[in-house]
C-alpha cells in the first residue's frame, strides 16, 4: 500500500522531466540531490524513460537530457488544442499590427504555459517563451485569466519586468462559447521599445484580438 503522502513511480518520472526542463544535462548525483531520491530509485526511472525516448543519455559526459520523443509529444499536444487554428490568423494580424511578439498560454495547475506564438521581424528580440512555464499569480497571462474567472468581459493585464528583466507583458482572455476563460493571448515586447510605443494601441489592438477570436470560437 501506499503510504499518505509518498509518490508514485508516474509522479517520481514527472518530477524528473520537469528537473531536466528547468536545466539540461543533469547527472544521476544531481538529480538524485534534486528528487531527493536514492541513485538506485533515479537509475530506473532514467531506464525507463531512455527506452521510451522521453530522455536522452550524452554518452561522453553521462549526463541526461530530454529527448526528442517529448518534443513530439509536447507538439501532439499542441496540435490537439482545438482553438489555436482559429486564432493563429488572429495572432498574425496582432504581430503585424504592433510589431511585437505575440503568445498563447494556458493555465495549468499554479503556472502559465505559452504554447504557441507569431514572432517579430523586428531586430531586437526576446527570448522565446514556447514550452516555458511561470508563476500565474504574478505574470500577464495569469493574471488575466485568473481575473477572468472572476471576472466577466475582455481587460488588460501587465507583467513589466516582473517574470523577465527589460521585458514587459500585456494580456487579455479568451473565452470559449461559454464565456469561460480558456487561455490567454498576449503581446511581449523589450521596455525600451515598449515605453516608445503607443502603449493605448497596443492595449486596443490587444483587446479587439481576444474579442476576435472568442466569437471566431463561437461559430
Known amino acids: 500500500m501506499k503510504k499518505k503522502g509518498a509518490k508514485t513511480s508516474v509522479e517520481k518520472a514527472l518530477d524528473l522531466i520537469e528537473a531536466l526542463k528547468e536545466k539540461d544535462n543533469l547527472g544521476v548525483t544531481e538529480l538524485s540531490g534534486i528528487l531527493g531520491l536514492n541513485k538506485n530509485n533515479v537509475f530506473r526511472i532514467l531506464a525507463t524513460l531512455e527506452v521510451k525516448g522521453i530522455i536522452e543519455q550524452d554518452k ?10 517529448l ?9 490537439n488544442l482545438y482553438f489555436l487554428k482559429k ?3 488572429f495572432m498574425r494580424s496582432l504581430r503585424n499590427s504592433t510589431g511585437e511578439s505575440v503568445y498563447i498560454s494556458v493555465l495549468h495547475e499554479d503556472s502559465v504555459v505559452y504554447v504557441h506564438s507569431e514572432e517579430t521581424k523586428r531586430p531586437v528580440l526576446v527570448n522565446s ?9 504574478t505574470s500577464a497571462p495569469g493574471k488575466a485569466m485568473i481575473r477572468g474567472k472572476k471576472e ?4 488588460v493585464e501587465e507583467d513589466i519586468e516582473n517574470t523577465e528583466p527589460e521585458v514587459v507583458e500585456i494580456a487579455t482572455v479568451i473565452r470559449d462559447e461559454t464565456e469561460s476563460p480558456i487561455a490567454s493571448v498576449s503581446v511581449l515586447a523589450p521596455i525600451e521599445r515598449y515605453r516608445k510605443e503607443n502603449t493605448e494601441f497596443l492595449k486596443k489592438a490587444l483587446l479587439e484580438t481576444g474579442r476576435n477570436i472568442t466569437e471566431r470560437l463561437k461559430l
Open 129 to 137: 517563451r514556447i514550452g516555458k512555464r511561470f508563476p500565474a499569480l
Open 152 to 155: 466577466k468581459g475582455f481587460f
Open 71 to 79: 518534443l513530439s509529444l509536447e507538439h501532439a499536444y499542441i496540435k
Open 87 to 89: 486564432a493563429r490568423p
Open 60 to 69: 561522453e559526459t553521462g549526463h541526461y537530457k530530454l529527448g526528442m520523443k
